[in-house]
């Protein structure tokens, strides 16, 4: 299986190649109008800064805190689906809690071959391994039963079922093979994944990195393929989130005179546009077309 | 017509009208309209009207869009629907919202969270078309095919295979305006995706391409606010004479002869109010002259075209309108040389100049701006002028209008006023910022035309209106009078309508007014009730 390292390689290039021209791709937008929702939870209690007379006058107060706590319960425990779609959220939750579980399981493994790497074999990355295998095993039964659980909503649910396309089962059966090859490989051949580290750590020196366990390749080879696949579909949502809520739900910045933020409107404003609807005069710049007026 | 489950390729095959509502289906309202026979019936269109116009939606009609005569015809508006699209998805055209459309189109997770948040879609009695996330899907499903050019295997996989025509646009025209924008669903979604962002942006496709918009917010709204001065007809003479005459009215209400200030060069504050209530409420401008009189407040209402209506409606359907009022707006502050703008009480005028205007004023023109009701809360909860809270003894409920309260955080002002001198308010189930629109956001209250006041009250404005019961279910009784609290002139509009659809006053003696009647009504100095109620 001479093939798999280079899967695995290409399969970590277009993970980060396509998670940052994802993000740059956004960061290069341009200003937008506000189009903030609230409650804002760096704000005040549901509220904002608009119940105050003259609020430009007062300082500005923000509760990063409230917010990252709102975050965390958000990514981590899926807040918003826990309040408003219950049903989902009891396989939701899993799914989401065990892809954690299984990023952080990766994470242990690759932080125990780094640790045998640079400070051979030490008692630290033993234990290490050991958490790995009672975070990796939790998350991927976890997203199993998610996966499991997500598959019978959608097909069952009148809800759900016209809206649910083959690309959606397809995606939930591509994770479920993921996970349920991980533990066909744990329960077969890697009762304590330091095969699975191994080829890692193989990896990471760039020595020939191979596995005999066909099981483990498997696994491997799934494991690689979706991270490919990952970049191209919406399920991104879980970094592009941050966008979302921060950059609008929650972004209530005032433009004040002489800011940043005035300099980047004025840019927009010079945009030309090209409507052609006859209330607007086509071809000038946006400043130009607003100022005018109806002609 | 449908039989079976409505899908996303009925828009463009399915002939005719495409659902027909059912009053039998529609979420039940409490007592007393827990009967069939309490509902009124929902007018049709007439053949003619049919004839003439595209109403293949619901039977409804909020544009009119008269129906193309050759095939030719029909090709050239699709075509041109797909230009706008384009120009939607390029950050040149639409840098205003860029961001957050591409974020909205691309990250569904279709869980349908959001369906139940939706006042509309579960009034209707869940009629798929209303589905919040149907016309995103059919959007999104347009964008794929026929301006992302993905192969047929992609569509297949997606579920994007549908067919774009004349038929698919038209509805989709109408389905633009069966959501009020009050973005109640965007707060429960756990990913993030708007589809009122969706909505308005459709929207906009329509006016700033097509030239298709609902005439009370076009043609007769914001243009001629440009044009004569108002989005009411109000030209600058009729205003000066309405001042006179509510001048006149409020010495005969409160025996004392109050100046409504105009033009003052250097005042602190540019008093901006929805014209309409001038037309329609005067009591409302009254009140605020009453109550910024007594308390001192240095302000100053404009006589200028567009500076005496502080209505903005391009914030519903388009960037440039929208853009357009809100300069005016400015500048005629900068004229004025005043410290701030202040909007009364008129929701989506607040959140059109201070938010969404936020991003368009620079230079000397990003003069402040704010609401009412914090420089209201100062009056009374500072007891800057004497109030006597037994003079307000009815019930009364407050309506958070989404603009004001769920898109631009002013949530707490309002309550802390009527507190203190309505001892008999009580909330509504939900509010704050989880409340639910009047029905009448996004331009409904103002569309009169037709059967859409029907469809409004009957469907859009059906929540609000159980919300509104239930609040009073405890005095329900019509002998006991009681008020609903709602602090913005569109949502007035709606309630108003409402309450009158159903007959309400009669049946249950709920009527409805602004939050400023309710400060003068109970100040000391004004000795007879300033507060009307609708005569039995
Ligand atoms: S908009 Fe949000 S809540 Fe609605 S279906 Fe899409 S992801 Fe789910
Ligand atoms: S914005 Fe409001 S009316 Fe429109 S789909 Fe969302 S919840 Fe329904």
């Known amino acids: 299986m001479t093939w798999l ?5 290409i399969s970590v290039l277009v993970l980060v190649v396509g998670i940052f021209a994802k993000v740059i791709k956004y960061l290069r937008m341009p200003i937008h109008l506000r189009w903030e ?66 990023i952080g399981w990766l994470a242990l493994l690759v932080g125990g071959a780094l640790l045998k790497i640079f400070w051979v074999a030490s008692g630290l990355a033993e234990t290490l391994l050991a958490v790995a295998v009672v975070v990796g095993v939790t998350g991927m039964i976890l997203g199993i039963i998610g996966c499991v659980g997500l598959l019978i909503i959608r097909a069952t649910s009148s809800d759900l079922h016209g809206y649910t396309a083959p690309v959606d089962y397809f995606n939930i059966l591509f994770i479920f093979a993921v996970l349920g090859s991980g533990i066909i490989a744990w329960v077969s051949a890697d009762p304590r994944f330091s ?101 | 017509m449908k039989k079976n489950k409505l899908t996303l390729k009925d828009m463009s095959t399915a002939s005719g009208q495409l659902v027909e509502l059912k009053q039998e289906e529609f979420m039940k309202l409490p007592n007393p309209y827990d009967t069939p026979e309490a509902q009124p019936p929902l007018k049709s269109l007439s053949d003619e009207v049919r004839e003439k116009f595209e109403c293949d939606l619901d039977g409804f009609m909020a544009i009119k869009i008269i129906r193309p005569k050759s095939r030719e015809e029909e090709e050239r508006l699709v075509n041109k629907f797909l230009d706008g699209l384009r120009k939607l998805l390029s950050k040149e055209n639409n840098w205003t919202f860029f961001m957050p459309l591409m974020l909205s189109l691309e990250y569904c997770a279709k869980c349908q969270t959001c369906s139940d948040a939706c006042p509309i ?64 669903c965007a707060q429960t979604c756990p990913i993030g995706v708007d589809n009122g962002l969706i909505t308005h942006e459709l929207r906009k496709l329509f006016s700033q391409e097509l030239g298709i918009a609902p005439e009370e917010i076009h043609a007769k709204g914001s243009v001629q606010h440009l044009q004569k001065g108002s989005s009411t007809g109000m030209i600058k003479q009729a205003f000066a004479d309405t001042l006179e005459f509510l001048e006149d009215d409020i010495e005969e209400k409160i025996g004392r002869r109050i100046t409504m200030p105009i033009d003052k060069k250097g005042a602190e504050i540019l008093l901006i109010h929805n014209a309409g209530e001038y037309l329609s409420w005067p009591e409302n401008p009254s009140a605020f002259a009453i109550i910024f009189d007594a308390a001192g407040v240095d302000y100053t209402l404009s006589s200028e075209i567009v500076g005496y209506d502080a209505v903005n409606y391009g914030l519903w359907y388009d960037d440039f309108q929208l853009a357009r009022v809100a300069l005016k707006h400015a500048q005629i502050a900068k004229d004025l040389g005043v410290k701030k703008i202040v909007v009364g009480e008129c929701g989506h005028a607040h959140k059109a100049i201070s938010v969404i205007a936020d991003r368009i004023l620079i230079g000397d023109l990003n003069i402040p701006r704010e609401s009412c009701i914090p420089i209201l809360e100062d009056i009374v909860v500072n007891e800057k002028i004497k109030l006597d809270p037994r003079k307000n003894n009815f019930p009364v409920t407050l309506h958070d209008p989404c603009n004001m309260v769920r898109l631009m955080g002013i949530v707490e002002p309002q309550r802390r006023i009527l507190r203190k001198i309505a001892p008999r308010f009580r909330e509504m189930e939900p509010h704050g910022v989880e409340n639910y629109c009047c029905g009448g956001g996004s331009g409904f209250a103002i569309m009169p035309s037709l059967n859409f006041p029907d469809w409004r009250s009957g469907v859009s404005a059906r929540m609000k209106f159980k919300q509104i019961l239930d609040a009073f279910q405890d005095v329900i009784d019509p002998s006991i009078k009681k008020m609903v609290c709602a602090p913005c002139s569109n949502c007035k509009g709606a309630i108003r309508d409402l309450l009158a659809y159903y007959n309400a006053w009669e049946k249950t003696g709920i009527a409805y007014t602004g939050l400023v009647e309710f400060i003068v009504n109970a100040m000391v100095d004004v000795k007879e009730p300033y507060i009307e109620w609708p005569e039995f």
């Open chain 2, 121 to 184: 879609y579960v009034s209707s009695g869940k009629n798929e078309v209303y589905r919040p996330t149907f016309r995103s899907e059919a959007l999104r499903s347009i964008v794929d095919k026929y301006i992302r050019k993905k192969g047929s295997l992609y569509l297949k996989m997606t579920g994007n295979e549908i067919e774009l025509n004349w038929k698919m646009v038209a509805r989709l025209a109408e389905l633009a305006y069966r959501c009020t924008l009050c973005r109640r």
């Open chain 1, 37 to 102: 929702l609230y409650p804002i939870p760096h704000e005040k209690k549901d509220g904002s800064y608009f119940e105050e007379v003259d609020w430009w006058k007062k300082p500005r107060k923000k509760h990063y805190l409230n917010q990252i706590i709102f975050m965390a319960q958000e990514i981590l425990f899926i807040r918003a689906l826990y309040h408003h779609n219950r049903k989902m959220w009891y396989a939701s939750f899993p799914f989401h809690f065990g892809l954690y579980l299984v």
């Open chain 1, 195 to 295: 095969i699975v580290q191994e080829y890692i750590r193989r990896l990471i020196t760039f020595s020939a990195a191979t596995t005999t366990s066909k099981t483990i390749a498997w696994h491997i080879a799934l494991f690689s393929l979706f991270l490919i696949y990952l970049p191209f579909t919406h399920m991104t949502h879980f970094f592009m989130k941050y966008f979302m809520w921060d950059k609008v739900r929650f972004e209530d910045e005032p433009n004040f005179r002489g800011s940043d933020m005035e300099g980047k409107i004025a840019k927009a404003l010079t945009y030309t546009q090209n409507w052609s609807a006859p209330h607007i005069q086509t071809g000038k710049k946006w400043s130009e077309t607003a100022s005018k007026g109806v002609e």
């Open chain 1, 5 to 9: 390292p280079y899967l695995s390689y």
